[in-house]
Nanobody, 124 residues
């Protein structure tokens, strides 16, 4: 079973930056989607950024231009560079993986493998 482990969360002031990392034990799917998904208190999980095995990327509108998803295949590591952070970015950020059987970007509930999450807190 694949394991995902996030790191890099923390507390920053508005306008600051953080880089999240997710180490994937093994890419068990030939075609896959891997994503950063966040959940704020009292809110549903939200796809922040996603990467497909064919190199396509997708961003939630509110983070486009501020966040960048990338992957180091040699290190089996997914990254999320977050710049110009805002208080509304405060959430637990999860790394999640699923088999890529469709061209459509999966919603959060379709991801099958999840990390434990890392807290990001942005103060004003």
């Amino acid at each position: 079973q694949v394991q995902l482990q996030e790191s890099g969360g923390g507390s920053v002031q508005s306008g600051g930056s953080l880089r999240l990392s997710c180490v994937v034990s093994e890419y068990i799917y030939k075609r896959y989607y891997i994503a950063w998904i966040r959940q704020a208190p009292g809110k549903e999980r939200l796809n922040v950024a996603a990467l497909a095995s064919d190199g396509r990327t997708s961003y939630q509108a509110s983070v486009r231009g501020r966040f960048t998803i990338s992957q180091d295949s040699a290190k089996n590591t997914l990254y999320l560079q977050m710049n110009d952070l805002k208080p509304e970015d405060t959430a637990v950020y999860y790394c999640a993986l699923t088999k890529g059987y469709s061209k459509n970007w999966p919603p959060p509930y379709e991801y099958t493998d999840w990390g434990q999450g890392t807290q990001v807190t942005v103060s004003s």
